[in-house]
């Protein structure tokens, strides 16, 4: 079975998966949460608990953090004629134009109403399923800012699609980091989300602790509809890396990435040196991490690019058997689920 492992087919990254093994709430209290630990150098599993990170975090290391916040970025509405919408916000574009994805029929010039005089008019239809629209408050067009003070009333939290219920006021907490800043996600980097105050803190005092901001698409979630990964076109999201960031990334210490996000910048800066513009760095074990040396990271979908970055800092057989033993001791994965650390 392990002979005919290809790195660069899809299939290839498959697990079976039982539902009752994804989270569909955070572990309370934090710190008790399951952590897996794996040791390249010997090819070793140790199962612990977060509250233990900092006997596994190699003492030499930096870290960096991902301060993206996440917005209410689901809103529900009507047409004109009745028809019920969804409307999930993926990105800002030029011009106040947005990216979204909209559940219900709609074309070019449909308008949708929304709760507080909030409108949006369909203006162009992708080919990938992605609309673009632009949001007016009382013939005013609006910009993002003006539009997620709207959203902070009327939005919801854009819970991932595995999470099968609907958002909860304590949602607004539980799926934002401690030290989330920069408004723009429509996803939370995940990893983050085991930090509790005492963690975090602990975490600034004994390890050198940077930012860098990756506003997470809702493309994170999407499927890859090719068998051979090198013919997936990967999606893109807005990055921007602080100057002391940069210095602590262009050094030669040792660097412990925060989340798949925190990867995907770090590695997209080391290969193209742009501080700041839109990643779309696809990592697999035949195109690895070159400068982060450890990662910290929940556990991802069967066949997704979360897990073939995973594999980046591993191997594609490695990966199946950390995931695979998961499985067998209880995990529980994605978003609101255990997390990994890989040293």
């Known amino acids: 079975?392990?002979?005919?492992?290809?790195?660069?087919?899809?299939?290839?990254?498959?697990?079976?998966?039982?539902?009752?093994?994804?989270a569909t709430a955070p572990h309370f209290p934090k710190g008790e949460q399951k952590l897996l630990v794996y040791i390249r150098k010997d090819k070793k599993?140790?199962?612990?608990?977060?509250?233990?990170?900092?006997?596994?975090?190699?003492?030499?290391?930096?870290?960096?953090?991902?301060?993206?916040?996440?917005?209410?970025?689901r809103i529900y509405g009507h047409k004109d004629t009745g028809g019920k919408i969804e409307l999930l916000i993926n990105s800002p574009l030029q011009n106040n134009i947005f990216l979204v994805y909209i559940r219900g029929k709609v074309k070019n010039g449909t308008i949708?109403?929304?709760?507080?005089?909030?409108?949006?008019?369909?203006?162009?239809?992708?080919?990938d399923g992605t609309r673009e629209?632009?949001?007016?408050?009382?013939?005013k067009v609006l910009d993002f800012e003006n539009l997620n003070k709207i959203l902070e009333d009327i939005g919801h939290i854009p819970l991932p699609p595995y999470i099968k219920r609907e958002d909860k006021k304590e949602d607004e907490t539980n799926y934002q980091t401690l030290f989330a800043k920069n408004i723009g996600a429509v996803a939370a980097p995940t990893a983050s989300l085991h930090f509790d105050e005492k963690s975090f803190s602990k975490l600034k005092s004994d390890y050198e602790t940077k930012f860098i901001t990756l506003h997470v698409g809702a493309g994170t979630f999407k499927s890859i509809e090719v068998e051979d990964i090198?013919?997936?076109?990967?999606?893109?999201?807005?990055?921007?890396?602080?100057?002391?960031?940069?210095e602590l990334i262009d050094s030669n210490k040792h660097l412990l990435a925060v989340g798949t996000t925190v990867t995907r910048t770090i590695e997209f800066y080391?290969?193209?040196?742009?501080?700041?513009g839109y990643s779309n760095l696809f990592l697999h074990p035949k195109n690895p991490p070159i400068r982060v040396n450890s990662l910290l990271t929940n556990f991802h979908l069967p066949s997704s690019t979360l897990i073939m970055l995973v594999a980046g800092?591993?191997?594609?057989?490695?990966?199946?058997?950390?995931?695979?033993?998961?499985?067998q001791k209880r995990y529980k994965f994605y978003s609101y689920g255990d997390s990994m650390l890989i040293i």
């Open 112 to 127: 949708i109403n929304f709760d507080h005089d909030l409108q949006a008019e369909v203006i162009k239809l992708n080919p």
């Open 270 to 276: 080391y290969r193209e040196k742009k501080v700041t």
């Open 230 to 246: 090198n013919k997936h076109t990967m999606h893109s999201e807005w990055y921007n890396i602080p100057q002391d960031t940069k």
């Open 133 to 139: 629209v632009v949001f007016y408050q009382k013939e």
């Open 1 to 22: 079975m392990m002979n005919s492992l290809d790195p660069l087919k899809v299939s290839s990254y498959h697990y079976e998966l039982p539902q009752e093994l994804i």
């Open 313 to 327: 800092f591993t191997s594609l057989e490695e990966v199946l058997k950390i995931y695979n033993e998961a499985v």
């Open 45 to 73: 599993i140790i199962h612990t608990r977060f509250k233990n990170i900092f006997d596994f975090i190699p003492k030499e290391s930096a870290v960096i953090l991902n301060d993206t916040k996440v917005i209410k970025a």
